[in-house]
């Protein structure tokens, strides 16, 4: 059986970053481009968590975690609310002709 080590934690934390960043680039629906979003953050959680195993079983990985998951959660709830009144007043969450709302 093959020890997991650091070097796996950091290919699977750099595939979700991959995955996050190209939802990204390709998503038009809002919905879609924020669970992207909390791909990119949940592979950082992975960093800070792995890193800090590996590295002395310091707490300072799981306490920036934690804060990471409290950003992830306060960004959710802002962004739900903005994309709930964008639907209501263009009846659609396409991000690409939500431009008039800067007027």
Not at 23 to 33: D, F, L, P, S, V
Not at 36 to 44: C, F, H, M, V
Not at 46 to 57: M, P, Q, Y
């Amino acid at each position: 059986m093959i020890p997991i080590t650091l070097n796996h934690f950091l290919i699977l934390s750099a595939i979700l970053f991959a995955l996050g960043i190209f939802g990204i680039a390709t998503r038009k629906n809002a919905i879609m481009i924020l669970m992207s979003i909390e791909l990119i953050l949940n592979s950082a959680n992975i960093n800070f968590v792995a890193f800090s195993k590996f590295n002395g079983f310091n707490i300072d990985g799981q306490v920036a975690a934690l804060f990471v998951i409290i950003l992830a959660a306060a960004e959710v709830a802002i962004a739900l609310a903005i994309i709930l009144n964008i639907y209501q007043n263009y009846k659609h969450i396409d991000v690409d002709e939500i431009k008039n709302l800067k007027e």
